[in-house]
């Protein structure tokens, strides 16, 4: 279905409640539907916004377009939770109710201040000849969950040599100073992120861009994020437009990390290493971090890509948001582990130790689609060994380790169902390793598998038959294998 301009920016306050009743049921009734995963009620989810915690809270706002599949008009939606694991439907938070913002209330970040949760987000505007023009705007949540718009734009246009480009505000707190990185694209077509300085996050001095030696790389980068650990400054982006190099940004858009000094906010200089991938997988983008109350930082994703349909397309929704993420710095690496709450989720519980010889092998009570599965393969002697996922006779979904070229591989060719395939049905990074661990998380319609303990992550959506509930583990040589399947509680 081909949607026209005027059904992408129509309003849900427009819409009958038949005619929304009618695409909840819709919806509700796809076999692809997540367990455990924030997924949208109805309509497109996109990138996580607002991710913070507050007043006991953690609070997670995500991009929405609620009367269908497609990329229309943008509001926040809210849910929370205690324990980044059971989220509560909060509804909508903001609507794209105001002249700075009449066409989407596009992303951005929070921060407490004076015991308020302070929203900075991309107010969408555009004008009858549709030229876009972007301002970051602010709103305002109490601890009663009320939330006021400020009536007028905090940055009221981009600076001189940026495009209408200039999005996703990301705003943090150093010393006495509040300071907002902000997406762009420059003039001549250079992704690169700009920056502001504020004392009441009211009131923003522009300061330039941050100095990096990744500019040159994609004409626009999305959705910055920065944090400090370890006593290294990280920088989070999505650069758009980066050609494939060898098996990296096989995807259409990337999203991926600098590790370096510091920022010097005094010039902006930031000296880093080079960009690594975040998600070596298929569908992961525009990625937000925030530092909870126990000092973690956390990461969530949108499980998803622009420009890419989705195969839940045909029930009225697409897309949802990945596990969250605990990240630690180690040396130049970013290492990313599923947070530990979510072992909360775990049911029955059945293990196997074994050798495998040249043999595709397979065992009672592990199998299932929505379950949990860590195995360990050492002191192996072969080229190839790994796990097959969502098994049956025509469909799984392959993840291996090649140690003759030295390189993880996950491959979706017979995964069922799958969007994107254009870009090609497998996925590799290079690895070394003489013991291969694998912590997988497999809902209804998504796989996330972490390797050696968060060194690696590879996320991907398939869609396959109910019916492929099988697992099998394989190698053409010897393997020790340990392995554990929990079942997964809704």
Not at 200 to 206: K, P
Not at 233 to 251: A, L, R, T, W
Request: hydrophobic letters at 30%; charged letters at 25%.
């Amino acid at each position: 279905m081909e949607w026209t301009r005027e059904q992408r920016y129509r309003r849900i306050e427009e819409v009958s409640k038949e005619e929304y009743d009618a695409l909840k049921q819709q919806v509700s009734q796809c076999c692809y539907r997540q367990t455990y995963h924030n997924q949208p009620i109805t309509g497109l989810l996109n990138d996580p916004n607002g991710f913070s915690y507050f007043n006991g809270e953690y609070h997670m706002f995500y991009q929405w377009f609620p009367l269908g599949p497609v990329h229309g008009v943008k509001y926040w939606y809210h849910t929370t939770s205690t324990d980044l694991v059971h989220w509560k439907d909060c509804g909508i938070a903001l609507e794209p109710d105001r002249s700075f913002d009449s066409h989407g209330v596009f992303s951005g970040t929070a921060i407490e201040h004076d015991e308020k949760l302070y929203l900075m987000y991309t107010g969408n505007a555009r004008d009858e000849e549709w030229v876009r023009y972007p301002t970051q705007c602010l709103a305002i949540m109490d601890k009663e969950g009320h939330i006021e718009k400020y009536p007028k734009p905090v940055i009221k246009a981009a600076p001189e040599n940026v495009t209408e480009h200039f999005r996703d505000p990301k705003v943090f707190k150093i010393d006495e100073s509040f300071y907002c990185l902000v997406g762009a694209e420059i003039d001549d077509h250079q992704g690169t992120v700009v920056y502001y300085e504020s004392k009441d996050l009211i009131h923003w001095n522009y300061k330039g861009e941050v100095q990096t030696q990744f500019k040159g790389n994609g004409f626009m980068w999305e959705c910055p994020d920065y944090f400090t650990q370890n006593g290294k400054g990280v920088i989070i982006i999505s650069p758009q437009g980066m050609e494939p190099e060898g098996d990296k940004y096989q995807n259409i858009f990337q999203s991926g990390y600098l590790i370096g000094e510091e920022i010097n906010w005094e010039n902006g200089v930031f000296n880093h290493g080079s960009f690594t991938e975040l998600d070596r997988g298929f569908e992961f983008y525009a990625p937000q971090t925030m530092l909870d109350p126990k000092g973690r930082r956390i990461l969530v994703g949108w499980f998803g890509l622009p420009g890419i349909d989705c195969v839940s397309d045909e029930s009225g929704w697409a897309h949802c948001l990945t596990l969250p993420r605990e990240l630690e710095v180690v040396g130049d690496k970013l290492l990313q582990r599923p947070v530990k709450e979510l072992q909360q989720l775990r049911g029955n519980r059945v293990e196997v130790s074994t050798h495998l010889q040249n043999e595709v092998k397979s065992f009672i009570g592990f199998n299932g689609q929505v379950y949990e599965l860590f195995c360990e393969f050492s002191d192996f002697e072969a080229q190839e060994l790994g796990v097959k996922l969502r098994t049956s006779q025509e469909e799984e979904t392959l993840f291996y380790y090649d140690t003759q070229n030295k390189k993880l591989v996950l491959d979706r060719s017979k995964s069922g169902r799958t969007c994107g395939n254009e870009f090609g049905s497998q996925r590799k990074c290079e690895f070394e390793t003489d013991k291969l661990t694998l912590q997988i998380f497999v809902d209804t319609s998504s796989v996330e598998i972490f390797v050696n303990d968060g060194q690696e992550v590879f996320s991907t959506r398939i869609f396959t038959k109910e019916e492929s509930t099988g697992i099998e583990f394989f190698t053409d040589g010897t393997a020790k294998l340990e392995a554990k399947i929990w079942e997964l509680n809704k």
